[in-house]
């Protein structure tokens, strides 16, 4: 079964650095999503992304933060200048419209700031 | 925009037992429910969902009702085992296509032997 995969599975940046997590999503979805998850607490959504555009994003998703889609198969999420409450899982997600609602996660970036 | 509650933190139920997690919306617009399992560490994973035309849906040892009026939904688990224990996540979205998931704070499920 296909799954959305993510590198690094672990980044450690010292704060003010700039860090770029990268997502595959599932071939033939169309809806991409970075959500994160801060240790013990929910997951809260970042930004979603159709049509090589950002099509919603949350007030967490400020101008240190940006999504790309360089090729036909990447997803990127860069945080320009790290901050010690960047820490957190990050998760990419994907999903196909019009054939099914449900967004499928990939296995988390665990970015930790010093 | 779009609240989810989500009652209780944590559960601990003896294995074999029944559990029941309930969740509350604030948008009378959401239309689509999911449920999420996470195991330490791991991605959430996505365990049943319902929709709003839909009032009950089952799958095997797992359940979900819905009550549009109230804005309630609930998850059921039944004959719980031990690898049913876990952080679950209820969510709701508007519409389907690009809408964002808006999550619970997610119940921490123990199934004590």
């Known amino acids: 079964e296909p799954e959305v995969t993510q590198t690094p599975s672990h980044q450690v940046t010292q704060m003010g650095q700039e860090v770029i997590l990268r997502c595959v999503p599932i071939?033939?979805?169309?809806?991409f999503y970075w959500y994160r998850q801060i240790l013990g607490q929910k997951v809260e959504f970042l930004v979603s992304?159709?049509?090589?555009?950002?099509?919603?994003k949350s007030e967490i998703f400020d101008d240190q933060f940006s999504v790309e889609r360089p090729d036909g198969s990447n997803f990127t999420l860069k945080i320009r200048s790290t901050k010690l409450e960047d820490s957190a899982m990050y998760f990419c997600?994907?999903?196909?419209?019009?054939?099914?609602?449900?967004?499928?996660f990939g296995p988390g970036t665990r970015l930790t700031v010093l | 925009g779009e609240n989810v509650e989500q009652h209780p933190s944590t559960l601990s139920v003896q294995e074999g037992d029944s559990a029941v997690i309930k969740c509350t919306y604030s948008?009378?617009?959401?239309?689509?429910f999911p449920w999420y399992k996470q195991e330490l560490g791991k991605r959430p994973q996505l365990i049943i969902d319902?929709?709003?035309?839909?009032g009950e849906k089952k799958d095997q040892r797992i359940a979900v009702t819905l009550n549009k009026t109230a804005k309630h939904f609930s998850l059921h688990i039944t004959e719980t085992q031990p690898e049913d224990s876990a952080v679950y996540f209820c969510?709701?979205?508007?519409?389907?296509?690009?809408?964002?998931?808006?999550f619970g704070k997610g119940t921490r499920l123990h199934i004590l032997p």
């Open positions: 319902i929709r709003s035309n839909v």
């Open positions: 992304f159709y049509n090589n555009e950002i099509s919603e």
């Open positions: 997600a994907s999903s196909e419209r019009g054939v099914t609602d449900t967004q499928y």
């Open positions: 071939s033939n979805h169309l809806y």
């Open positions: 969510a709701a979205r508007r519409r389907s296509g690009d809408d964002k998931i808006i």
């Open positions: 948008d009378s617009a959401s239309n689509y």
